[in-house]
Antibody
C-alpha cells in the first residue's frame, strides 16, 4: 500500500534551518506531486508548497517564498523540505502529502505522512 | 485568519444530519473544486470528499459534498460517534496561486 514515512521530531534554535524528509513506497514517486502542509499547535492547516518529482520543479506558498526549498531524490523515492531562518512561529507539525488526480489545481491530498514535529525554541 | 471561512464548531446527536459550510471567493471556490478533510486529534488529516462531491473508496455514503457559487458544504447524515473530528475545506486559490484551507470546524457528537 502507499506509505509516506517522515523523519522524526526535531528541535531548532531561532535563526536555524530544518530539513524534513518523506520516504515514499507503494507507488511511482515521479508520477505524483508531493505537497507539504503544516499545522501549528492547536491551529489549522497551512500549505507550504509542492514539488513535481519528475521535473524537480517546485512552487511555494506566498508566505514561504525565499525561505523554503523542496527537493526530491528519485533514487530513494524521498522528498525533502528545508525551511530556513526559523522563528518560534514555525513551531508546527509538518506533513508531506501526495497530490492525487490529474491537473495541478484539480488535485486532492492523499495519503498524508504521519507528520514531523518541529519545535523552534531558544 | 483563514482565506476560507468555516464555523468553528458544530454538533449533533447520533443519527442526526449535520451540515458544515465553507465560504470563499471568486478566486477560489468560485472557479475551482473543493476538497474536505477529516482530522481526528493526534492523527494526520484524511480526505473524505474530493472535487466537490466525490467520495473516496472506504468513506461511508453518509458523507456528501456540494458546491454552489462561492460556497461549499459537507453533509454528514446518520451521525455516528466516530465522526467526531475537525473538518477542513480546501481549494486552489488563483490569487495568489496556492492551496488554501478553512480554519476548521470541530464536530462534536453529543
Amino acid at each position: 500500500q502507499v506509505q509516506l514515512l517522515q523523519s522524526g521530531a526535531d528541535m531548532k534554535k531561532p535563526g536555524a534551518s530544518v530539513q524534513v524528509s518523506c520516504r515514499t513506497s507503494g507507488y511511482t514517486f515521479i508520477d505524483y506531486y508531493m505537497h507539504w502542509v503544516r499545522q501549528a499547535p492547536g491551529q489549522g492547516l497551512e500549505w507550504l508548497g509542492r514539488l513535481n518529482p519528475k521535473s524537480g520543479y517546485a512552487d511555494y506558498g506566498q508566505n514561504f517564498q525565499g525561505r523554503v526549498t523542496m527537493t526530491g531524490d528519485t533514487s530513494t523515492n524521498t522528498a525533502y523540505m528545508e525551511l530556513t531562518s526559523l522563528t518560534s512561529d514555525d513551531t508546527a507539525v509538518y506533513y508531506c502529502v501526495r497530490g492525487l488526480g490529474g491537473g495541478a489545481i484539480r488535485q486532492w491530498f492523499d495519503p498524508w505522512g504521519q507528520g514531523a514535529l518541529v519545535t523552534v525554541s531558544s | 485568519q483563514s482565506v476560507l471561512t468555516q464555523p468553528p464548531s458544530a454538533s449533533g446527536t447520533p443519527g442526526q444530519r449535520v451540515i458544515i459550510s465553507c465560504s470563499g471567493t471568486s478566486s477560489n471556490i468560485g472557479i475551482n473544486m473543493v476538497n474536505w478533510y477529516q482530522q481526528v486529534p493526534g492523527t494526520a488529516p484524511k480526505v473524505v470528499i474530493y472535487r466537490n462531491d466525490q467520495r473516496p473508496s472506504g468513506i461511508p455514503e453518509r458523507f456528501s459534498g456540494s458546491k454552489s457559487g462561492t460556497s461549499a458544504s459537507l453533509v454528514i447524515s446518520g451521525l455516528q460517534s466516530q465522526d467526531e473530528a475537525t473538518y477542513y475545506c480546501s481549494v486552489w486559490d488563483a490569487s495568489p496561486n496556492g492551496w488554501v484551507f478553512g480554519g476548521g470546524t470541530k464536530l462534536t457528537v453529543l
